[in-house]
């Protein structure tokens, strides 16, 4: 359960200062499974445990995450939704499943929003196909979820503004404001409603791809929002570079405390022009070591959670 903010400011910082915020969240699948890890086996068999057949936790859980960030919750599932083997395919009917059986007993206003996703079978053709795929649906969650922006006095203005997207509270659409605000008119304050909930696996690898794709989306508009750029004006090169090294960065630190290894950031390095066997080795060693720490040390690394949670035995 991992909540990720991307915070943009307008600089200088003065009374006036302008600030825009958009969260996303990333977490586990919601139903009680589990991996017997192995060292003849890297990817060990997903058992499905039916301990919960009106699916209780799972609806505490989007409960929770409904009066955390409001509605609608978007649920963007990662996972494979086609294998010779049945294993991620288990998980991934059972939680289409599940989400369906809550919705009976929702309004429909406030129904989950259950997207799969199929990760491997877009990046199989090449980075860019699956970072298109992607890049659909999340502009369509944060035309749906928006983004907060704090918005200007009415007697502030940004003559060197370009263009700005609004949310339109009432019919939740985005639209485009005049290019530059009238004088003393200033800009209204917004605010995030909902939340982009992410999940593959482990959360880790495919996870961090999308939600770079929502925070590159986002970006664009937090840019609009402040002035800085206008509502045709695609984002730099230079720019794209640097969010992508913050969501590679992300996703190290993530990976390396949750899985022992750096995050296999393939998608995201062949974006950057990075030379793909340089790539692929480097996901190999990563996918080793990963292995060993699933296998060796993560007996030693649960206990002391437990420990720091109180629930070691």
Known sequence: DV????????????????ISSV??????????????????????????????????????????LSVRYGNPTIVLNLIKTVEKKPRETILCHEFANAVAYLNHALP??????????????????NSESILEQLGSIVTDALDLVGFYYSGTSPTHTNDEGLGNSSKDQENGQVKSDECRPHEGQGKKRRFQSGILRSNCIDCLDRTNVAQYAFGLAAFNRQLQALGLYGPQVDLGVHIVAKLTAVY???????????????????VLSDRQGRWRTTTQLRKLFRSIKRHYNNVYMDGEKQDGINIFLGHFR
């Not at 943009?8 to 200062?17: I, M, S």
């Open 108 to 125: 429909k206003a406030n129904h989950l929003k259950f997207i799969h996703c199929d990760f491997h079978m877009f990046s199989k053709r």
């Open 23 to 64: 969260v996303q969240h990333r977490g586990s699948i919601p139903l009680f499974w589990s991996q017997e890890t192995s060292i003849l086996r890297p990817k060990p068999d997903i058992i499905l445990h039916r301990h919960d057949p009106t699916y209780e936790a799972t609806r505490l859980h989007f409960q929770n």
């Open 3 to 18: 909540e990720t903010e991307q915070i943009v400011c307008a600089e200088p910082w003065d009374e006036f200062g302008q």
């Open 248 to 266: 590679e960065s992300m996703g190290d630190a993530l990976a390396i405390q949750y899985g022992g290894s750096a995050a296999h950031n393939t």
